[in-house]
């Protein structure tokens, strides 16, 4: 069966509270900075004057030679010394409140079916564990996209093992899906049992 165009009404009758105007534009911003941050490995390091293996000994006497004063050949300024004020291990996840991560994760859901571009089918599966099949499948349902996200309930085996070639794809559960993604490829293809899981999901408390 082919792909529909989930619409507002529609997402409506699934108790999707879609949202039309302006509101948790600025939630989406700062829940996408988190999400990239919280991909960064932080783990740009160089070593101080204490760290270089270099000797210890002073380099020549304080005073009389004539010459700067030194008491390091770890320094600094000295070819080979350790560097100053450089990068450390460090931590650049930031948090965000639950509340504004849900409203979102909403935004975007309700911007994308504002522009159209979820499309709404029963099942996702192929037979066989094939790429092939998979990128035919992908076609069928969404021809012409570029990037496809595919949003199911449970990932089925054969369909996991047959996306993971797939160039320009991403397949996904409802339960992980985040609002980074809902924002980054061209079409989402979301099954019935996934779009309930993600009105359960929204759902105000």
């Known amino acids: 069966m082919s792909a529909s165009v989930l619409t507002v009404d529609e997402a409506k009758k699934a108790n999707i509270d879609v949202i039309v105007d302006d509101k948790g ?64 291990p460090r931590d650049y996840s930031k948090k965000v409140n639950k509340k504004v991560a849900q409203l979102a994760f909403r935004k975007a859901l309700s911007s994308r079916i504002e522009d159209g571009d979820i499309l709404l089918v029963e ?7 094939k790429t092939k099949q998979f990128t035919a499948l992908l076609a069928s349902h969404a021809p012409g996209a570029r990037r496809t996200l595919i949003v199911t309930e449970t990932k089925d085996e054969k369909t996991t093992l047959a996306s993971r070639n797939a160039q320009n794809a991403l397949l996904t559960s409802a339960s992980s899906v ?28």
């Open 25 to 88: 534009s600025n939630a989406v911003h700062e829940v996408v900075v988190a999400l990239r941050a919280a991909r960064r490995s932080g783990s740009a390091c160089a070593k101080t004057r204490a760290e270089v293996n270099r000797s210890g000994k002073k380099p020549w006497k304080q005073k009389g030679t004539g010459r700067a004063r030194a008491g390091s050949a770890g320094s600094p300024v000295w070819v080979g010394g350790g560097v100053a004020f450089g990068p450390r």
């Open 123 to 129: 099942t996702f599966a192929v037979k066989e564990p």
């Open 178 to 205: 985040n609002t980074e993604q809902l924002l980054a490829f061209d079409k989402i293809i979301v099954t019935r049992e996934a779009l309930q899981k993600i009105s359960e999901r929204i759902a105000r408390k």
